[in-house]
């Protein structure tokens, strides 16, 4: 039986609809193919009764670790004065520290997601996690610079892996019309979770030291990695949690595979590829702004102290961020019946998005009244973030059983663009103390990545491309 869209399944006759639930192995044929410009929301009842639901547990894995990752990667942001102080550090000299992780993060992106695919998120998970939360913890036991660069260096290649690998865990764990709504919400808990980091650090900094705050933070990623590998399995239907009507509503043929041959030409020669990867760094670029320099800017280019009021002032972007991913994820599926093009809907957010971060940037480095000029930078955030789900939505699309893989290269030309923003920030500043010539920089960067998803196919699967 060949892919229906939406008018073939408006078609079928009930007794044809449920013949399609009946059985697991029909199921893939019978729904629509998610690369087809009239993909739909497939029905979740199945013959089976009602589905469990255990699906949505991974989501809320999914949810908590990104909360976990962003509050121990955003929170030395904020302990930046204490630690300059401490370790007479100059701006140029931490422009490193926050560059360190992001070197390390974009270089372990695609080993990690690899691995992700070869033996599964359970095993590549739970070791990541623990690993990142030690050297959380050990950031509160550096001495000098160079221990601080080593330090985050280390911490960065074990967050590596943690977008790939839950990525790979929705592609075995959630339907096809299930993928990008789940990609928002978890993207909107991210940064949700780095708008409340700022303000968590201030209160932490108000009852202990610096260096304890970071032993705090990581404890809570350690206690998330055992309760993940006690409950997830890399295999959905081995879950005891999962009845025959959720398992019905399950993708195939996801397995991961000792012997798995990822087609490297055709992923690196594919013009998809290198405009999702081009259209990433773009945005990280523009976006590591915002959990490096933005409360430095706040303080010297607006004037703000170090006070609760300008904790919540540098979670802002970053809370309206989660709503960007949020409202692209939500609004996503009814786009795309409504157009009757997932393609459109993905590169539409993508090149409106950019664009308009682009010129709230210049717009922002011509107001005078600061609360004005922040709830404008801030606007950047969510425009920026109203990619996040179509982007790595289409990971899934494109990757297929590569996902991790794939999912991984994007990540880490992000990151290769989140380890140069701190650094080219860090010395425009000590050149020239010009904080709006950062923006200006940072607008024409938008102005490409806008380009780049106007240029690339977000949806037809790799092995299917020339």
Same mark, same amino acid.
């Given at each position: 039986?060949?892919?229906?869209?939406?008018?073939?399944?408006?078609?079928?006759?009930?007794?044809?609809?449920?013949?399609?639930?009946?059985?697991?192995?029909?199921?893939?044929?019978?729904?629509?193919? @998610?690369?087809?410009?009239?993909?739909?929301?497939?029905?979740?009842?199945?013959?089976?009764?009602?589905?469990?639901?255990?699906?949505?547990?991974?989501?809320?894995?999914?949810?908590?670790?990104?909360? %976990?990752?962003?509050?121990?990667?955003?929170?030395?942001?904020?302990?930046?004065?204490?630690?300059?102080?401490?370790?007479?550090?100059?701006?140029?000299?931490?422009?490193?520290?926050?560059?360190?992780?992001?070197?390390?993060?974009?270089?372990?992106?695609?080993?990690?997601?690899?691995?992700?695919?070869?033996?599964?998120?359970?095993?590549?998970?739970?070791?990541?996690? %623990?690993?990142?939360?030690?050297?959380?913890?050990?950031?509160?036991?550096?001495?000098?610079?160079?221990?601080?660069?080593?330090?985050?260096?280390?911490?960065?290649?074990?967050?590596?892996?943690?977008?790939?690998?839950?990525?790979?865990?929705?592609?075995?764990?959630?339907?096809?019309?299930?993928?990008?709504?789940?990609?928002? %919400?978890?993207?909107?808990?991210?940064?949700?979770?780095?708008?409340?980091?700022?303000?968590?650090?201030?209160?932490?900094?108000?009852?202990?030291?610096?260096?304890?705050?970071?032993?705090?933070?990581?404890?809570?990623?350690?206690?998330?990695?055992?309760?993940?590998?006690?409950?997830?399995?890399?295999?959905?239907?081995?879950?005891?949690?999962?009845?025959?009507?959720?398992?019905?509503?399950?993708?195939?043929?996801?397995?991961?595979?000792?012997?798995?041959?990822?087609?490297?030409?055709?992923?690196?020669?594919?013009?998809?590829?290198?405009?999702?990867?081009?259209?990433?760094?773009?945005?990280?670029?523009?976006?590591?702004?915002?959990?490096?320099?933005?409360?430095?800017?706040?303080?010297?280019?607006?004037?703000?102290?170090?006070?609760?009021?300008?904790?919540?002032?540098?979670?802002?972007?970053?809370?309206?961020?989660?709503?960007?991913?949020?409202?692209?994820?939500?609004?996503?599926?009814?786009?795309?019946?409504?157009?009757?093009?997932?393609?459109?809907?993905?590169?539409?957010?993508?090149?409106?998005?950019?664009?308009?971060? $682009?010129?709230?940037?210049?717009?922002?480095?011509?107001?005078?009244?600061?609360?004005?000029?922040? %709830?404008?930078?801030?606007?950047?955030?969510?425009?920026?973030?109203?990619?996040? @789900?179509?982007?790595?939505? $289409?990971?899934?699309?494109?990757?297929?059983?590569?996902?991790?893989?794939?999912?991984?290269?994007? /990540?880490?030309?992000?990151?290769?663009?989140?380890?140069?923003?701190?650094?080219?920030?860090?010395?425009?500043?000590?050149?020239?103390? /010009?904080?709006?010539?950062?923006?200006?920089?940072?607008?024409?960067?938008?102005?490409?990545? $806008?380009?780049?998803?106007?240029?690339?196919?977000?949806?037809?699967?790799?092995?299917?491309?020339?």
């Amino acid at each position: 039986m060949t892919n229906f869209g939406l008018r073939n399944w408006g078609f079928l006759r009930n007794s044809q609809r449920m013949a399609c639930l009946q059985a697991p192995r029909w199921y893939a044929d019978c729904m629509p193919n @998610p690369t087809s410009p009239d993909a739909i929301h497939p029905p979740t009842a199945t013959h089976f009764g009602r589905p469990s639901g255990a699906r949505y547990w991974v989501v809320v894995f999914a949810i908590t670790l990104a909360v %976990i990752q962003y509050i121990d990667r955003i929170c030395i942001s904020k302990a930046e004065p204490f630690i300059t102080k401490d370790l007479g550090l100059a701006k140029w000299q931490m422009g490193w520290v926050f560059s360190a992780f992001t070197l390390s993060y974009a270089l372990f992106e695609i080993p990690c997601g690899y691995l992700g695919d070869r033996i599964g998120p359970r095993k590549v998970l739970m070791r990541i996690v %623990i690993w990142w939360s030690l050297f959380t913890a050990a950031t509160g036991w550096v001495w000098n610079w160079m221990s601080l660069v080593i330090t985050r260096f280390l911490f960065g290649a074990g967050e590596a892996g943690c977008f790939p690998n839950l990525t790979k865990a929705f592609n075995r764990w959630l339907p096809l019309h299930e993928r990008t709504r789940a990609q928002g %919400i978890m993207w909107m808990s991210a940064r949700w979770g780095g708008a409340l980091t700022p303000l968590l650090v201030y209160w932490c900094l108000q009852y202990m030291h610096w260096r304890t705050s970071f032993l705090v933070f990581g404890m809570l990623g350690v206690v998330w990695a055992v309760i993940f590998f006690m409950w997830y399995r890399d295999d959905p239907r081995q879950h005891p949690a999962v009845n025959s009507a959720e398992a019905a509503l399950l993708p195939t043929g996801q397995e991961h595979s000792d012997h798995l041959n990822v087609p490297w030409k055709k992923l690196y020669t594919s013009r998809t590829v290198w405009f999702l990867c081009a259209q990433y760094f773009a945005a990280s670029y523009s976006w590591y702004f915002f959990i490096t320099w933005f409360p430095k800017y706040l303080s010297e280019a607006r004037g703000f102290k170090l006070t609760a009021e300008s904790a919540l002032l540098a979670g802002l972007p970053l809370f309206l961020g989660g709503f960007g991913s949020l409202t692209a994820g939500w609004i996503s599926p009814y786009l795309s019946r409504w157009f009757g093009n997932v393609r459109t809907v993905r590169k539409g957010f993508g090149a409106v998005g950019f664009t308009a971060a $682009a010129v709230l940037l210049i717009i922002s480095t011509h107001l005078k009244n600061p609360y004005t000029a922040v %709830i404008a930078i801030a606007l950047v955030s969510f425009c920026n973030d109203l990619m996040m @789900p179509g982007a790595w939505a $289409a990971c899934m699309d494109v990757g297929g059983k590569y996902v991790g893989t794939l999912s991984g290269t994007m /990540n880490m030309m992000g990151n290769l663009g989140g380890f140069v923003s701190p650094i080219v920030i860090g010395y425009i500043i000590h050149l020239t103390n /010009n904080w709006d010539l950062t923006f200006y920089v940072t607008a024409a960067i938008y102005v490409v990545g $806008a380009a780049c998803w106007l240029a690339t196919d977000p949806v037809t699967p790799l092995e299917e491309q020339n």
